[in-house]
């Protein structure tokens, strides 16, 4: 279960039942701190953090804009970033751990 919200109730709660959490778009800072609790609330838990998947929205296109949001959110801890549907082929720069979401919709822009 993905848990969704931009609150600390929220992280307390993706820390104590979640699979992952998604607070959405953010600063880094607020997204950080948020991941923080998850992780802390786990623990205090019994619960491993590292097998929660945190999840950010990327909130830019692509570009360098996008590549420094991808980095900023993958040193924070986010795992896996969403995209709007505005890609085009540069996003195929982005390297693991951070995965993009695409919305399939728009899959034939790869073509």
Not at 59 to 65: F, L
């Amino acid at each position: 279960m993905i848990v969704g919200g931009h609150s600390t109730a929220a992280a307390k709660r993706a820390g104590r039942i979640g699979d992952g959490f998604f607070p959405g778009s953010a600063s880094a800072t607020e997204i950080g701190d948020l991941i923080t609790l998850v992780r802390q609330t786990a623990e205090d838990h019994g619960r491993d953090p590292d097998t929660i998947e945190m999840i950010a929205g990327a909130g830019a296109p692509p570009g360098p804009k996008l590549d420094a949001r991808i980095e900023e959110l993958a040193a924070i801890g986010v795992t896996t970033s969403c995209a709007d549907t505005y890609f085009d082929k540069a996003i195929s720069r982005l390297v693991p751990p951070v995965f993009l979401v695409l919305n399939t919709m728009n899959l034939w822009l790869w073509e």
